[in-house]
């Protein structure tokens, strides 16, 4: 167990419907991190933040969005959904500790849209 | 953009026998990660290379770090079942501590009797 938790772990949905994916980073990490999942694109970056700001964008569709709150935990919004966007979505949590950024991962949550 | 590329993306091997898996990457990078994955479960930390010539070994696995090279390695010492997963390696922009993760796209490790 990683420590970090993320709801919820299966989501089927219709297209055209929008989510909130939600993510509780580790205790004391500041990051989040926001990554896709699929089989034809692998795993691809999606958005950064830091300490409730947004840090850095990957490859983020603009029906995708996501925020950080105060708490430290972060939601992803996925609207207008595509068949396409059916993937594991991972948040990762991490602190900077001598110079490293481990990464840990949650369980993810699987997006199956029909 | 760092570029992460790992071989084989399919490797089949029986128990007891060695294997190396390979992972390139484009630019300098900072650090070098190695992740295991199991099917339909999340990403566990392996390893994190620091610097040129690292090396660490964790029971059958062992994972080293040649900057120069823009080459990471994890080798695999007498394959056990319990090994069968899909390793993944992945690299962050130098100078980036806080930065996203460019991840390979994984090699997937069936180990049999």
């Known amino acids: 167990d990683s420590g970090v938790t993320q709801t919820p772990k299966h989501l089927i949905t219709a297209t055209g419907q929008r989510v909130t994916l939600r993510c509780s980073p580790r205790s004391g990490d500041l990051s989040v991190y926001w990554y896709q999942q699929s089989l034809d694109q692998g795993l691809q970056f999606l958005i950064q933040y830091y300490n409730g700001e947004e840090r850095a964008k990957g490859n983020i569709l603009e029906r995708f969005s996501a925020q950080q709150f105060p708490d430290l935990h972060s939601e992803l919004n996925l609207s207008s959904l595509e068949l396409g966007d059916s993937a594991l979505y991972f948040c990762?949590?991490?602190?900077?500790?001598?110079?490293?950024?481990?990464?840990?991962f949650g369980p993810g949550t699987r997006l199956t849209v029909l | 953009e760092l570029k992460v590329e790992q071989n084989p993306l399919f490797l089949s091997m029986q128990e007891g026998k060695n294997y190396t898996i390979y992972c390139n990457y484009s630019?300098?990078?900072?650090?070098l990660y190695w992740y295991r994955q199991d099917p339909g479960k999340s990403l566990e930390s392996l390893f994190v290379l620091l610097s040129n010539g690292a090396v660490k070994q964790e029971g059958r696995l062992m994972a080293s770090l040649d900057t120069k090279a823009r080459l990471s390695t994890l080798h695999i010492t007498a394959a056990v079942h319990d090994l069968s997963a899909t390793y993944f390696c992945a690299g962050n922009d130098r100078g980036s501590t806080l930065g996203r993760l460019y991840f390979g796209r994984g090699t997937q490790l069936t180990v049999w009797p």
């Open positions: 990762a949590s991490s602190v900077v500790s001598g110079g490293v950024n481990e990464q840990f």
């Open positions: 630019t300098t990078s900072d650090r």
